[in-house]
T-cell receptor, first 116, second 114 residues
Framework: AQKVTQAQTEISVVEKEDVTLDCVYE???????LFWYKQPPSGELVFLIR??????QNEISGRYSWNFQKSTSSFNFTITASQVVDSAVYFC?????????????FGDGTTLTVKP | KAGVTQTPRYLIKTRGQQVTLSCSPI?????VSWYQQTPGQGLQFLFE???????NKGNFPGRFSGRQFSNSRSEMNVSTLELGDSALYLC?????????????FGEGSRLTVL
């Protein structure tokens, strides 16, 4: 069984602060994918980043960066210099490889509020 | 490029009724999955269809069913509605058949059961 835990229910920061969203996952699969999605107040979930289980290289894309550590089963997401428009609910998700790929498991989400 | 379209956007039903929700995926996407989103339970996986076949199923009672048509459009049905079925139902489509593809979500159908 797969499980995704986002321990932070709500985070509040002031604009321009850096913020890290934590994600811990459980899976017995050796091949899998991890994702972060953003759900703004308008409601539509939008894909942000993806990582496969064989690629632990951490990357930076604009103000976004992520830290994937297989040894601790963590896939943390950082927003640098946060902006008010970053206010949203962020979901971490885990998807297996193969015919079960369509069965994604989501964390409960972290509500980020960025205050001006 | 048109996104994932879900209809209706809002609906109100009473207990015991049934409801059918529709989802049109992005053109070319053959995988369509459905999720139930509630404040207390987050996003819960309902089922996934690929090439008109249910490929994966979540832990929901048999009152929840779905199907996919040859054009990849999908419908989900909930029979004998209960108050607890009130939720936002999200449809997502994906291009990649065996994994790694991100999900493209629709805006959802918000169901209220009275």
């Amino acid at each position: 069984a797969q499980k995704v835990t986002q321990a932070q229910t709500e985070i509040s920061v002031v604009e321009k602060e850096d913020v890290t969203l934590d994600c811990v996952y459980e899976t017995r699969d050796t091949t899998y994918y991890l994702f972060w999605y953003k759900q703004p107040p308008s409601g539509e979930l939008v894909f942000l980043i993806r990582r496969n289980s064989f690629d632990e290289q951490n990357e930076i894309s604009g103000r976004y960066s992520w830290n994937f550590q297989k040894s601790t089963s963590s896939f943390n997401f950082t927003i640098t210099a946060s902006q008010v428009v970053d206010s949203a609910v962020y979901f971490c998700a885990l998807s297996p490889w193969g015919t079960n790929a369509g069965k994604s498991t989501f964390g409960d989400g972290t509500t980020l509020t960025v205050k001006p | 490029k048109a996104g994932v379209t879900q209809t209706p956007r809002y609906l109100i039903k009473t207990r015991g009724q049934q409801v059918t929700l529709s989802c049109s995926p992005i053109s070319g996407h053959r995988s369509v999955s459905w999720y139930q989103q509630t404040p207390g339970q987050g996003l819960q996986f309902l089922f996934e269809y690929f090439s008109e076949t249910q490929r994966n199923k979540g832990n929901f009672p048999g009152r929840f069913s779905g199907r996919q048509f040859s054009n990849s459009r999908s419908e989900m049905n909930v029979s004998t509605l209960e108050l607890g079925d009130s939720a936002l139902y999200l449809c997502a489509s994906s291009l990649v058949a065996l994994g790694g593809g991100e999900l493209f979500f629709g805006e959802g159908s918000r169901l209220t059961v009275l």
